[in-house]
């Protein structure tokens, strides 16, 4: 249990609530200043009720799951919770401030079709390994995070190289050693191929999403968005994916194996977090471009074709507006457990 208790004495007697810096289904997030040291934090307010329902055991979920993932000490890559506060309607909780926004907002630029920013392999890898040892501290206390995307990745600062913090544990679980859990949770562009056909979750699951981010990073594009959720599903469930030369041209082979390698469709298939940060893509200090002739190839589906220009245009402005459209609305596979 969390030792956590949620405080009910007004928050505004003791922070000072600023503007909303973000929102979720059921959750509105503003910056806010604690009065007594002038520190300033996230206040994540969330709704209790849900469709009618009382929720706040769903809720609470997050609170007591940031409480034993920090304990017995703080992980870095993760967000710290410093207090809780509830209301008849809401349960607020008080968490690390993040001044350079999620990571979404650097994959994908909200209102044109370039990229928001153009990062670099090494950039990229920078990010990805601090993704993988916040998970990596997740995995070996037996939680899988299950909603691992650039949504979910807060940028500490906004300089080139900046730290990371995972958030939003809403949909975490604890699986013990020989435990079989089936659920369907998720973002369906980042989801899991197992958990779209109700088969066991685990510690994979969270891998396949990082496949997928690093696709994301690199390109600006998602590698299964469909015109609906039905075809994205559909697409990552025959794990529907390539490496287009339009948008790999000048990436390394490295990466593309990185990426390959995660992305199987039997999650026996897929490497654990501590081969991911052992893969020579994420140990590279000099990124090497490598000939196109090595170009990684997957079966091809029916979205991209390389000899037409066209397509491949077309497509590329279908995927970035899916990514688009994932950032402006909530696309979980199960909305009544989406904070």
């Given at each position: 249990?969390?030792?956590?208790?949620?405080?009910?004495?007004?928050?505004?007697?003791?922070?000072?609530?600023?503007?909303?810096?973000?929102?979720?289904?059921?959750?509105?997030?503003?910056?806010?200043?604690?009065?007594?040291?002038?520190?300033?934090?996230?206040?994540?307010?969330?709704r209790k009720r849900r469709k009618g329902q009382d929720c706040r055991s769903e809720v609470w979920h997050e609170v007591e799951v940031l409480s034993a993932v920090n304990t017995p000490y703080q992980h870095t890559k993760?967000?710290?919770?410093?207090?809780?506060?509830?209301?008849?309607?809401?349960?607020?909780?008080?968490?690390?401030?993040?001044?350079?926004?999620?990571?979404?907002?650097?994959?994908?630029?909200?209102?044109?079709?370039?990229?928001?920013?153009?990062?670099?392999?090494?950039?990229?890898?920078?990010?990805?390994?601090?993704?993988?040892?916040?998970?990596?501290?997740?995995?070996?206390?037996?939680?899988?995070?299950?909603?691992?995307?650039?949504?979910?990745?807060?940028?500490?600062?906004?300089?080139?190289?900046?730290?990371?913090?995972?958030?939003?544990?809403?949909?975490?679980?604890?699986?013990?050693?020989?435990?079989?859990?089936?659920?369907?949770?998720?973002?369906?562009?980042?989801?899991?191929?197992?958990?779209?056909?109700?088969?066991?979750?685990?510690?994979?699951?969270?891998?396949?999403?990082?496949?997928?981010?690093?696709?994301?990073?690199?390109?600006?594009?998602?590698?299964?968005?469909?015109?609906?959720?039905?075809?994205?599903?559909?697409?990552?469930?025959?794990?529907?994916?390539?490496?287009?030369?339009?948008?790999?041209?000048?990436?390394?082979?490295?990466?593309?194996?990185?990426?390959?390698?995660?992305?199987?469709?039997?999650?026996?298939?897929?490497?654990?977090?501590?081969?991911?940060?052992?893969?020579?893509?994420?140990?590279t200090e000099e990124l090497v471009q490598k000939s196109p002739s090595r170009r990684v190839r997957r079966t091809p589906?029916?979205?991209?074709?390389?000899?037409?220009?066209?397509?491949?245009?077309?497509?590329?402005?279908?995927?970035?507006?899916?990514?688009?459209?994932?950032?402006?609305?909530?696309?979980?596979?199960?909305?009544?457990?989406?904070?």
């Amino acid at each position: 249990m969390s030792s956590i208790v949620a405080q009910t004495e007004p928050i505004d007697n003791y922070y000072e609530i600023h503007e909303q810096i973000g929102r979720g289904q059921y959750a509105v997030v503003r910056r806010c200043t604690q009065k007594s040291t002038g520190l300033q934090f996230a206040a994540k307010f969330v709704r209790k009720r849900r469709k009618g329902q009382d929720c706040r055991s769903e809720v609470w979920h997050e609170v007591e799951v940031l409480s034993a993932v920090n304990t017995p000490y703080q992980h870095t890559k993760i967000v710290t919770l410093h207090e809780v506060f509830e209301t008849r309607n809401e349960l607020i909780l008080i968490l690390e401030l993040a001044l350079g926004g999620d990571l979404h907002r650097h994959c994908v630029a909200l209102d044109t079709d370039e990229p928001a920013s153009s990062r670099s392999e090494k950039e990229v890898v920078f990010l990805l390994r601090q993704i993988l040892e916040g998970l990596r501290h997740l995995h070996n206390q037996n939680y899988v995070h299950l909603d691992i995307k650039p949504n979910n990745i807060l940028l500490m600062t906004e300089i080139l190289y900046p730290e990371i913090r995972i958030i939003d544990f809403g949909l975490a679980r604890k699986i013990k050693p020989g435990e079989q859990i089936c659920l369907i949770v998720g973002t369906p562009e980042y989801v899991a191929p197992e958990i779209l056909e109700f088969e066991p979750v685990g510690k994979p699951s969270d891998i396949w999403s990082i496949g997928v981010v690093a696709y994301v990073m690199l390109t600006g594009m998602s590698p299964f968005a469909g015109e609906d959720k039905q075809e994205t599903c559909y697409n990552v469930s025959l794990c529907a994916m390539d490496f287009p030369d339009s948008h790999f041209g000048s990436i390394s082979f490295t990466a593309q194996d990185f990426i390959a390698k995660i992305l199987q469709r039997n999650p026996a298939d897929r490497p654990t977090v501590e081969e991911c940060l052992n893969h020579p893509w994420l140990n590279t200090e000099e990124l090497v471009q490598k000939s196109p002739s090595r170009r990684v190839r997957r079966t091809p589906n029916h979205h991209t074709t390389a000899n037409n220009e066209d397509s491949c245009k077309s497509e590329h402005h279908k995927r970035r507006k899916k990514l688009k459209q994932t950032n402006r609305e909530n696309n979980s596979l199960a909305d009544n457990m989406t904070l």
